[in-house]
């Protein structure tokens, strides 16, 4: 049993620096008179299990102030929009503005709604993008949502495709017929649905669609592309209808907050634009890299000289630290901004308080006379409840500033938020190897005996 759990962890560690790898790193090694030379990149998937393609890169992201590019804010004309309908419009247009960037090729956007007094506006961050006129003009058009008959040869096209789009036929039916879309649940099985009432105009273009389309497909179509191809069951002549399906509660409301975002239509006009040049960011995350460095080796010179060997087990766990918390980043992965970085600087400074905590427990254990392996376990045992306290104070305030809510009275601004997210991934990653893998390492390389 003992080589199993050291072959696990070590196979998980190859796995993570499998994953830290650098991209395209150079690797030149001479052997007598053989030469290998290669390219190293990060582990990255691209298989299919049970017909679903899985597609994973893990690279590290880098954000606006770091790559370059530009930022552009939108003000948002809200004039006409009900106090009710505030919310879901601006949901809308957010959501509506980053499938726009995304299909113009944009990765990693940023997008997030502002509130300044009583205006209302839009952020948009498009790293590695420096000419932009076409994306302006992309995310500055109001959506146009369109219901589409659907025959029965193009419904059996993937809805994805060119082909689908182009063999849709319109209808005349738009957002502007829909007065609202909400969320409810099915009577008798609970499950979610999303209900359509139109106008009196809808009424009747709605009566004329599905009286010709009964159990066939209406495709629901926002900017040309599908967000939904319902069946029609039957003709519908009251304006009241019903989406079914096997929806979860938040596809259901993501659903709806689309089709609302036809009939809740909010123009935007351009009122900023800053082009940012990826020489400063470079210069900076070298300067940057420089200082997490240069951080790290202080800390470990400190723990190695006033611990000792235990000092040495702990720096290695913290360099553990650093690899796990890279590939997090890689994994969700995290965009990296100038900020995020300061906060995962921070985070190595204080992925040590729980091992000074455990250590000092230990040597307070050995002066009143406990053996090591005793005082190992009650310095354990004994650090923990400080720690927890600690982090989760630190947690707690990383969740403000993070604002997952977008509560007008805290920061909805990407920096502090970057900061806020790196800094909560840095503490929770270095509790669990403070605790977990020091004392896993204590265990496996260092025995005292008196």
Not at 37 to 55: C, H, M, Q, R, W
Not at 288 to 317: E, K, N, T
Not at 342 to 365: P, Q, W
Request: proline letters at 4%; zero cysteines; a positive charge.
């Amino acid at each position: 049993m003992k080589p199993l759990k050291i072959i696990l962890p070590l196979l998980l560690l190859l796995l993570i620096i499998l994953i830290d790898l650098p991209e395209n790193l150079p690797i030149n090694l001479h052997l007598g008179q053989t030469k290998l030379a290669f390219v190293v990149n990060p582990l990255s998937i691209d298989t299919e299990i049970f017909g679903l393609k899985i597609t994973k890169r893990f690279t590290t992201h880098l954000g606006l102030d770091l790559k370059g590019g530009s930022h552009l804010v939108f003000e948002a004309d809200t004039r006409k929009i009900g106090a009710s309908d505030l919310t879901d419009a601006l949901s809308s247009a957010r959501d509506i503005i980053e499938k726009r960037v995304n299909y113009f090729g944009v990765s990693e956007p940023v997008v997030q709604t502002i509130k300044s007094g009583d205006r209302y506006r839009i952020a948009v961050d498009l790293p590695g993008i420096s000419n932009v006129s076409d994306a302006v003009a992309l995310i500055g058009r109001t959506a146009q949502l369109t219901f589409n008959e659907v025959g029965t040869a193009e419904a059996k096209i993937a809805t994805n495709t060119p082909a689908f789009l182009q063999l849709t036929r319109e209808t005349g039916l738009t957002g502007a017929d829909i007065k609202k879309a909400t969320v409810q649940f099915d009577s008798q099985t609970g499950k979610p649905e999303v209900a359509l009432s139109f106008t009196s105009k809808g009424v009747r273009l709605f009566s004329e669609v599905t009286a010709r389309n009964i159990g066939k497909p209406v495709g629901i179509f926002i900017d040309g592309v599908p967000i939904s191809t319902p069946t029609v069951q039957s003709a519908i002549t009251d304006g009241n209808a019903v989406i079914t399906g096997t929806f979860s509660v938040d596809e259901a409301k993501k659903l709806a907050i689309a089709i609302n975002s036809g009939a809740l239509p909010l123009p935007i006009k351009l009122i900023e634009q800053r082009s940012i040049g990826p020489t400063l960011g470079q210069s900076e995350v070298n300067k940057s890299v420089a200082a997490g460095l240069i951080g790290l080796a202080l800390v470990l010179f400190f723990m190695i000289a006033y611990y000792g060997r235990l000092g040495l087990i702990a720096s290695a766990a913290l360099i553990i630290y650093g690899l796990i918390s890279l590939a997090i980043f890689r994994l969700i992965p995290v965009v990296l901004t100038l900020s995020g970085i300061a906060g995962f600087i921070l985070s190595i400074g204080m992925a040590v308080d729980a091992n000074i905590l455990i250590f000092e427990r230990i040597k307070e254990e050995m002066r009143r006379g406990k053996d090591f392996d005793l005082a190992v376990r009650l310095g354990f045992g004994r650090a923990i409840d400080a720690i927890k306290d600690a982090n989760i104070t630190t947690l707690t305030v990383a969740f403000i500033l993070f604002n997952p809510l977008n509560w007008d009275f805290l920061p909805q601004f990407g920096m502090v938020r970057g900061f806020a997210l790196t800094l909560a991934i840095g503490v929770a990653t270095s509790l669990f190897t403070g605790v977990v893998i020091t004392q896993r390492l204590i265990n496996i390389f260092y025995h005292r005996h008196d």
